[in-house]
C-alpha cells in the first residue's frame, strides 16, 4: 500500500514537471508558470496520492476551493486547473469557475489618491531614494505592469518610448519628456549605466517584483501612507483613472494598458462608493431638505388648522 503510494506520488510529480514544460511551450510568463504548478501540486494535495482524477473528486475540490479562498483566488486555481486538464487529455472533466459579479466600488481603504502618490515620491527623494522614486513616476506616468519595468532600458529611453513585448503581444509605451530625462540622467550620469535596463540591484540584476514591494513598503511608512495602499499594481489603477478622467476614451486607456477586452479596462477606471454617492446626490432629482422641512411644516399647520372645526 505504501509503495503504491509512493508511486503515484512520484507519478504526479512528474505530470506537473512535464505541466511545467508545456506551459513554457504554451509561450507562458514564468509567473504564470510557478503559479499553475504551485495550483496543481495544491489539488493533488487535497485529492490524496492514492486518488485517480475524476468528476467527484474535482467538485469536492471546488467546494474545498469556495471555503477556503477568496472567490477570486479560488476562480484562478480552477483556472490552473482546467488547464492541466486540458494537458493531461481530459478537458471533459474540467469544471466552471464560480461567478463574480463585476464589483461596482472601488474600496476606499484600498484606492491610492494622487496625493499619497506625490507624497509616496517626495519621501522617496528626500529620503535619498532617488531609484525608487523613479520607479514609481515610470509605473504611474505610463500605467505599465511591474513585469515590465525591465524594458525601460538607455536604448528604448534614448528614443523616447518604450516598446515593451509582452507574451508575444508588442506595445509601445511614450514617456513624459521630464520623466525620461530624469531616467537618462539617473542611469548614465548618478548610476553609469551606459545600456541595457535601468532598475537594477547594487549586484547587477533587474529589480523584481519582490524587491520593489518591500521598499514600497517601507517607503509607505516613512511617508504615512496606508500599506493597504501601497503596491505596485495600484499605482496603474491611478494611472488609469487619471488619464480616463482626463479623456474618457476607454478604447485608448486599454491600448495604453495593454488589454484586449474593455470589460477589463472597464474595472481600473472604478471610483469609490463616496464619489458615486457624490455624483448622485449631485444630479438634483429630490426636492431638497429645506423644501421638505416647509413642506412637512404647512402639512403639519393645515392638519391644526383643520382640527380646529
Not at 11 to 19: G, L, P, R, S
Not at 165 to 194: C, H, M, W
Amino acid at each position: 500500500m505504501t509503495e503504491n503510494r509512493g508511486n503515484m506520488e512520484h507519478e504526479n510529480a512528474y505530470k506537473v514537471y512535464k505541466f511545467a514544460d508545456y506551459l513554457f511551450e504554451q509561450e507562458k510568463a514564468e509567473a504564470t508558470v510557478k503559479k499553475y504548478t504551485t495550483d496543481i501540486l495544491t489539488f493533488y494535495k487535497f485529492l490524496g496520492a492514492e486518488r485517480e482524477i475524476d468528476k467527484t473528486g474535482l467538485l469536492r475540490y471546488k467546494d474545498w476551493l469556495r471555503e477556503n479562498y477568496a472567490v477570486n483566488s479560488a476562480n484562478s486555481m480552477i483556472v490552473a486547473l482546467n488547464c492541466y486538464l486540458d494537458f493531461c487529455g481530459i478537458p471533459e472533466l474540467k469544471i466552471k469557475g464560480f461567478r463574480v459579479q463585476r464589483q461596482m466600488f472601488l474600496q476606499q481603504n484600498k484606492k491610492m489618491e494622487l496625493w499619497e502618490y506625490n507624497q509616496m515620491v517626495k519621501t522617496a527623494k528626500s529620503s535619498g531614494k532617488i531609484q525608487l522614486s523613479l520607479i514609481l513616476q515610470s509605473i504611474c506616468a505610463t500605467g505599465i505592469r511591474i513585469s515590465e519595468l525591465r524594458f525601460f532600458t538607455v536604448e528604448n529611453l534614448k528614443k523616447g518610448r518604450i516598446l515593451i513585448d509582452n507574451k508575444g503581444k508588442i506595445r509601445t509605451v511614450l514617456l513624459p519628456e521630464q520623466l525620461k530625462k530624469r531616467l537618462l540622467y539617473f542611469a548614465v550620469v548618478t548610476s553609469n549605466i551606459k545600456s541595457g535596463p535601468v532598475f537594477i540591484t547594487r549586484s547587477g540584476k533587474i529589480k523584481d517584483r519582490s524587491n520593489i514591494w518591500r521598499e514600497m513598503k517601507e517607503l509607505a511608512e516613512e511617508a504615512n501612507v496606508s500599506h493597504q495602499k501601497v503596491f505596485p499594481h495600484n499605482l496603474r489603477h491611478l494611472f488609469a483613472r487619471t488619464f480616463y478622467k482626463a479623456t474618457k476614451n476607454l478604447a485608448a486607456l486599454a491600448d495604453l494598458l495593454g488589454h484586449s477586452s474593455l470589460e477589463v479596462t472597464r474595472i481600473y477606471t472604478t471610483d469609490s462608493a463616496s464619489e458615486f454617492q457624490n455624483i448622485i446626490d449631485s444630479l438634483g432629482l429630490t426636492e431638497s431638505l429645506t423644501e421638505a422641512i416647509y413642506t412637512s411644516y404647512q402639512l403639519c399647520c393645515l392638519t391644526q388648522y383643520i382640527n380646529c372645526f
